[in-house]
């Protein structure tokens, strides 16, 4: 079982920074893959970004490649996702996962309770 936390969201403006951290509790940190998945209310969680459980692979949206860096820290088991230029349309409920490495939220088996991001035009 693991229990994982998001943090660091907020209210910013366009153009400006952010990162976010996710916080994880329970066993096998160290063989889960790790993602941030966002999703705005009614619509599909949608894939950010992922890493792999070395951290040596990672894979991202397109509309956030260059933008957004997915890293990780197994000895303090936690992942962040480091926003820049941010865009009004990235406002969203941004959502930590373990599983499987992928851009499928199907293959995530462990979700956070998500942390808010706006960003103001």
């Known amino acids: 079982q693991m229990q994982?936390?998001?943090?660091?969201?907020?209210?910013?403006?366009?153009?400006?920074?952010?990162?976010?951290?996710?916080?994880?509790?329970?066993?096998?940190?160290?063989?889960?893959?790790?993602?941030?998945?966002?999703?705005?209310?009614?619509?599909?969680?949608?894939?950010?970004?992922?890493?792999g459980y070395s951290g040596g692979s990672t894979l991202y949206a397109d509309s956030v490649k260059g933008r957004f860096t997915i890293s990780r820290d197994n000895a303090k088991n936690t992942v962040y996702l480091s926003m820049n230029s941010l865009r009004p349309e990235d406002t969203a409920t941004y959502y930590c996962g373990a599983g499987a490495f992928g851009s499928s939220s199907g293959g995530y088996g462990y979700w956070g309770q998500g942390t808010q991001v706006t960003v103001s035009s």
């Open 4 to 51: 994982l936390v998001e943090s660091g969201g907020g209210l910013v403006q366009a153009g400006d920074s952010l990162r976010l951290s996710c916080a994880a509790s329970g066993r096998g940190f160290r063989t889960y893959a790790m993602a941030w998945f966002r999703q705005l209310p009614g619509r599909e969680r949608e894939f950010v970004a992922t890493i």
